[in-house]
């Protein structure tokens, strides 16, 4: 079953809930690329390829929602419920933000790859 991280989507243009979302796995990754290019069309622009992936990787991710806003997300009451994308649990800022943290958790930056590669050597080809 493995861990999930938890947010609380504060602030303004936010619902106020709390949030569950797990990593996802690399054969999950390659579903979503491949749902995002049928959701998106033979004809789709790079951007809105990328939008597609974003939508259905964000979704993909979320595992739990709160019932309704709260405080705290450490209260013992709070009542969790999955996801429903066919009603409005979540505010439009809500999902550009879950979107961004799909991003940043299934991919790497161009800082950590600058970091990783200037820590490569050559070596001998076997």
Known sequence: ???????????????????????????????????????AGVDATALKLMRAEQKF???SCLVAVTA??????????????PPDYDRAQLTT?????????????????NDEVDAILGKAREVPAA
């Open 1 to 39: 079953m493995g861990t999930h991280i938890e947010l609380h989507l504060t602030g303004a243009g936010h619902s106020g809930k709390g949030v569950r979302l797990r990593d996802l796995t690399e054969p999950q990754l390659s579903t979503i690329l491949e749902s995002a290019s049928n959701d």
């Open 57 to 59: 990787g964000a979704q």
């Open 68 to 81: 309704a806003p709260v405080t705290s997300l450490t209260d013992a009451s709070i009542v969790w419920e």
């Open 93 to 109: 800022r809500d999902w550009e933000l879950l979107k961004k943290v799909y991003a940043r958790r299934h991919f790497a930056s």
